[in-house]
């Protein structure tokens, strides 16, 4: 988990709002991604960034939606478009977008809903 | 479509004893290929990763995995399991041609190691 820092650690969402996960890291690593984890699906990818100001949609974006304004920082908002949103997230980060790259993880929200 | 196949939800194994943690993969071109742990609410711990030359990759804790292309796997295994090996288990892919992409994971493999 060293180098990535997910905050907070429990986030509980009421109907209708929006939340903000933060991800920061200071590996200074280019690439940067959010995954979603729910109990025997494995991690599926909502969003990535290879770079600063820039971003791709992964396999389940609807609901959700980022920002790469700097390097080291890479905010996940659930908004209230997202009608599942209790899950486990995970942010993670990569040193450069070469495929043979090692992606590290940080320690995770987990989001519930009142 | 690329994909990860961990076959197994669930691996029993006694501690002292060998355990080996199975993963398939489908890609187009050359896999590079991962594995990782997760510890309860915790994230994923690298374990180890296959980029080219030996089969056989040797990672943290005592693990190791071998790639064997004609199988199109990449089978998790240690000589002697544990308690503290378990936990949960996730093999990942990415092609080697597609640059920047985020892995693929299999749905994970729960490992449980008993005394």
């Given at each position: 988990?060293?180098?990535?820092?997910?905050?907070?650690?429990?986030?509980?969402?009421?109907?209708?709002?929006?939340?903000?996960?933060?991800?920061?890291?200071?590996?200074?690593?280019?690439?940067?991604?959010?995954?979603?984890?729910?109990?025997?699906?494995?991690?599926?990818?909502?969003?990535?960034?290879?770079?600063v100001n820039d971003f791709q949609k992964g396999d389940i974006a609807e609901g959700y939606s980022v920002s790469r304004e700097k390097k080291e920082s890479f905010p996940l908002t659930v908004t209230s478009a997202q009608k599942n949103p209790t899950a486990f997230y995970l942010c993670a980060s990569r040193n450069s977008p070469s495929p043979q790259e090692t992606q590290y993880f940080g320690p995770g929200t987990r989001l519930l809903v009142l | 479509a690329q994909s990860?196949?961990?076959?197994?939800?669930?691996?029993?194994?006694?501690?002292?004893?060998?355990?080996?943690?199975?993963?398939?993969?489908?890609?187009?071109?050359?896999?590079?290929l991962f594995w990782y742990v997760q510890y309860p609410n915790r994230g994923l711990q690298f374990l180890l990763k296959y980029i080219t030359?030996?089969?056989?990759?040797?990672?943290?804790?005592?693990?190791?995995?071998?790639?064997?292309?004609?199988?199109?796997?990449?089978?998790?295994?240690?000589?002697?399991?544990?308690?503290?090996?378990?936990?949960l288990y996730f093999c990942a892919v990415r092609p080697s041609n597609q640059a920047g992409t985020a892995l693929i994971f299999g749905k994970g493999t729960t490992l449980s190691v008993s005394s």
């Open positions: 988990d060293g180098g990535i820092t997910q905050s907070p650690k429990y986030l509980f969402r009421k109907e209708g709002q929006n939340v903000t996960l933060s991800c920061e890291q200071n590996l200074n690593h280019d690439a940067m991604y959010w995954y979603r984890q729910d109990p025997g699906q494995g991690l599926r990818l909502i969003y990535y960034s290879q770079i | 990860v196949a961990q076959p197994e939800d669930q691996v029993n194994v006694a501690e002292g004893n060998p355990l080996t943690v199975k993963c398939t993969y489908s890609v187009s071109g050359n896999p590079y030359g030996d089969n056989l990759v040797k990672g943290s804790y005592g693990f190791e995995a071998e790639f064997n292309k004609s199988q199109t796997s990449f089978h998790l295994k240690k000589p002697s399991a544990l308690v503290s090996d378990s936990a």
